[in-house]
């Protein structure tokens, strides 16, 4: 590998030159043991320190005295004229200039300043008794690639696709963050651990395993000049036979919930069925094939109809599936590609057993997850057929990204499903790839999307129509809501699009004053903050479990008789545990008492299923306070069924009402943009924002939180009060939404 290194930076007038020499790095290449120069280039971070210039002038006058670095038109990189013209170096040069402050020559009366220790200290923040201009907080980082221009043909290609592409959105996609993995950063590592001590009591053989990734057992292959590689979670290795253990956050529930139906109406037949002698959920579908099973002689070809939702990569199940199963093409590859026979290898996915319910045993102040009523806190499945399946599938997609990288080639009418559209794992690339779908007016601003379409035929009429998903139609080049009209079918869809052509709202004064006719004052409008650990922290809790730190009410005891917020607390009343210790029991006393039904009333919440099940399960924790839970329970209203036209709803109050041919929602307006979260819906009311909190949405809610134990007192001040606010914007929130729902129907 050929590296580069500073030789010199001398000064010139207003500025610097810098040189780089080559590094010699030499390897052996023939049996002899003879060695010869490295190819390649590497990439590398250079940090320069500015010991030239007289002094630092916020008003530049004598660019010659500047202490800086900076670019004009003359600026270049250029290759040694003594034999490296030819390297490419120069066409591939990028370099990042982040400014994060200057500060002037200082010392202070005394003479003792230590300037050294000055600039170190530098922050954002101007400080002018020590002469510092903060200048980060206003300046981004800047890229400058001095040659871009003569960049080879592949290199303008990619640059005009993808680079050229993220500098207009402002983003990086190469950096990926995901707030709520944050939150459980550590639980995710103790869950692996866990998995590890867990295979470890089980199976017998060496096993490898490390928290650090790049400690864990790899296997690797080169084809077509792409390398492809992997790291496993947990690996055994004994008498020439290879467990391989993929370890996953998710728990067992969907994959518990796989069953075959072999005919209408008749019994479901599991996928899995665990083997009580080795704890392992064994593959039993080839168990069916040959069998007649209510009437029918089952094929292999009936069973691979019918595991379509495992072995589709983008479902629920798929996904995690896949991810095995391209583990075993790159370990088994590696064997063939060695010129070995690969060995018997057998792989299993370990998840969290959704029925495991921890008992609150601790060890060394930890909780302790021992085998409860014949649980345990894992499931571990035999997926080497379900992998098998696959292979031919992932050798496909190998050759297509080999092609496609060859020849650095976008391909267009690509979108779909996968793209996984506002889902937590949604693709990176969506906002590229759908740039010209994201408009205002766009086909995505229809509630619906993947049923509300049909194919248009001249001799068939609306009902007769075949469906379409919606990414048909945009990989046609049908982008907004006015060309995809000739294909919509749903009402919904026809008042949103009128909505936005208009400009206007619709509004169902009816069916809206007959729902809210029946909010009772006094209303409490309720709101909860939970924290769904991977693992169970507190006694009756399963993994994910929602458990309970924090509520907000607003009490508003007649119509606009409520303030946000007051010195004797009349109107607003709260929860916040102080720390990760179990407060569930406080809160729901307090929550007990501050509720007071004994005259009538409503607790409303939105999407109110949440707090139900809340509800519910605090009922099931704490019996002694089941009777006045449940009163609560019995009076929460939702308040989105108000606005989604809830059947259910309605049919509460009249069995006999249906939906059918009614729109599936009583208020709609062209910002609520396909979506009814109560941060769309805050705006249409009211000139209130949750930009201006510091949390602004739940699962920001869940990283504070989650960092509250390991802040200084300042900083937990100030994070506490931050979470307070936000969770009392979403009860107001709803308080203003129902006062603004009201004028509408005067």
């Given at each position: 590998m050929k590296l580069f290194e500073k030789a010199s930076l001398t000064t010139t007038k207003g500025g610097y030159r810098l040189l780089a020499s080559r590094v010699g790095n030499y390897v052996t290449t023939s049996d002899d043991g003879a060695v010869s120069q490295g190819k390649g280039y590497v990439a590398f971070d250079l940090f320069v320190m500015n010991l030239s210039g007289?002094?630092?002038?916020?008003?530049?006058?004598?660019?010659?005295?500047?202490?800086?670095?900076?670019?004009?038109?003359?600026?270049?990189?250029?290759?040694?004229?003594?034999?490296?013209?030819?390297?490419?170096?120069?066409?591939?040069?990028?370099?990042?200039?982040?400014?994060?402050?200057?500060?002037?020559?200082?010392?202070?009366?005394?003479?003792?300043?230590?300037?050294?220790?000055?600039?170190?200290?530098?922050?954002?923040?101007?400080?002018?008794?020590?002469?510092?201009?903060?200048?980060?907080?206003?300046?981004?980082?800047?890229?400058?690639?001095?040659?871009?221009?003569?960049?080879?043909?592949?290199?303008?290609?990619?640059?005009?696709?993808?680079?050229?592409?993220?500098?207009?959105?402002?983003?990086?996609?190469?950096?990926?963050?995901?707030?709520?993995?944050?939150?459980?950063?550590?639980?995710?590592?103790?869950?692996?651990?866990?998995?590890?001590?867990?295979?470890?009591?089980?199976?017998?053989?060496?096993?490898?395993?490390?928290?650090?990734?790049?400690?864990?057992?790899?296997?690797?292959?080169?084809?077509?000049?792409?390398?492809?590689?992997?790291?496993?979670?947990?690996?055994?290795?004994?008498?020439?036979?290879?467990?391989?253990?993929?370890?996953?956050?998710?728990?067992?529930?969907?994959?518990?919930e796989l069953h075959f139906i072999f005919k209408k109406g008749s019994d479901s037949y599991p996928v899995f069925k665990k083997n009580n002698i080795t704890k392992i959920m064994e593959y039993i579908g080839n168990d069916y094939i040959n069998q007649t099973i209510d009437d029918k002689y089952i094929t292999e070809e009936m069973l691979l109809e019918k595991l379509k939702t495992p072995l589709n990569r983008y479902s629920d199940v798929g996904k995690y599936l896949y991810d095995v199963a391209v583990q075993r093409h790159i370990i088994e590859e590696s064997f063939k590609s060695l010129g070995e026979t690969v060995p018997k290898i057998e792989y299993y996915l370990v998840v969290l057993n959704h029925e495991y319910i921890y008992d609150g045993k601790t060890k060394n102040g930890k909780p302790f997850y021992d085998t409860v009523d014949g649980e345990d806190l894992f499931k571990i499945y035999d997926v080497n057929y379900l992998t098998n399946i696959y292979q031919e599938s992932i050798y496909c997609e190998r050759d297509l990204f080999d092609k496609r990288s060859e020849h650095l080639k976008i391909v267009n009418n690509c979108l779909g499903d996968h793209c996984k559209y506002k889902k937590t794992d949604q693709c990176k690339f969506f906002n590229i790839c759908h740039k010209p779908v994201l408009n205002d007016g766009s086909i995505l601003e229809f509630t619906g999307k993947h049923y509300c379409f049909k194919h248009l035929t001249s001799l068939n009429s609306k009902k007769e129509r075949k469906s379409i998903n919606m990414y048909d139609l945009i990989n046609d080049g049908i982008y907004t809501m006015k060309d995809s009209l000739p294909y919509v079918i749903g009402i919904d869809q026809l008042i949103e699009y009128e909505c936005y052509e208009k400009n206007s709202r619709y509004v169902d004064k009816d069916n809206l004053t007959f729902l809210i006719d029946k909010i009772k004052y006094p209303i409490y409008h309720l709101d909860f903050e939970s924290y769904n650990c991977p693992l169970p922290r507190f006694y009756g809790e399963k993994p994910y479990s929602q458990s309970l730190f924090q509520y907000s009410l607003h009490i508003e005891r007649n119509y606009g008789d409520c303030e946000i917020d007051n010195l004797n607390g009349s109107y607003h009343y709260e929860y916040l545990a102080p720390d990760h210790h179990d407060h569930r029991r406080d809160l729901a006393e307090k929550m007990i008492r501050d509720i007071d039904l004994s005259n009538g009333g409503t607790v409303l919440a939105y999407h109110a299923i949440f707090e139900k099940t809340r509800i519910l399960e605090l009922m099931n924790l704490y019996p002694d306070l089941k009777n006045k839970l449940e009163v609560i329970y019995n009076a929460v209203f939702d308040l989105e069924d108000v606005i989604h036209a809830s059947e259910k709803l309605y049919q509460r109050y009249d069995p006999n009402y249906s939906i059918k041919g009614k729109p599936k929602f009583n208020f709609y307006d062209k910002n609520l943009h396909a979506s009814f979260s109560i941060k769309k819906l805050l705006p249409i009311f009211t000139n209130l924002t949750y930009k201006d909190l510091e949390v602004q949405n739940g699962t920001e809610a869940i990283l504070v939180y989650g960092m509250l134990p390991n802040l200084t007192e300042d900083e937990y001040q100030n994070k506490y009060l931050a979470l307070r606010k936000y969770c009392r914007q979403d009860t107001w929130s709803m308080v203003k939404i129902l006062q603004g729902l009201k004028e509408m129907i005067k």
């Open positions: 007289d002094e630092y002038y916020p008003e530049i006058t004598d660019p010659s005295n500047e202490e800086a670095i900076y670019l004009d038109t003359e600026s270049s990189v250029t290759a040694d004229d003594a034999g490296n013209t030819a390297s490419g170096i120069e066409n591939s040069v990028r370099i990042a200039f982040a400014q994060i402050g200057r500060v002037q020559n200082y010392k202070n009366a005394t003479g003792s300043e230590d300037e050294a220790k000055l600039v170190q200290g530098i922050t954002c923040t101007d400080d002018s008794s020590k002469k510092i201009t903060g200048i980060c907080a206003s300046r981004n980082a800047t890229i400058w690639e001095p040659n871009d221009t003569k960049h080879v043909q592949n290199a303008i290609n990619w640059y005009n696709t993808s680079c050229r592409t993220r500098k207009e959105t402002g983003e990086d996609l190469t950096i990926v963050t995901n707030a709520q993995m944050e939150a459980y950063a550590q639980y995710f590592t103790e869950l692996e651990v866990f998995a590890a001590e867990y295979i470890k009591r089980n199976f017998e053989g060496n096993i490898v395993y490390s928290e650090n990734t790049k400690e864990q057992k790899k296997y690797s292959f080169t084809k077509n000049g792409h390398t492809y590689y992997c790291y496993l979670d947990i690996y055994i290795e004994e008498n020439n036979k290879i467990k391989v253990f993929e370890v996953k956050s998710t728990t067992s529930s969907k994959i518990d």
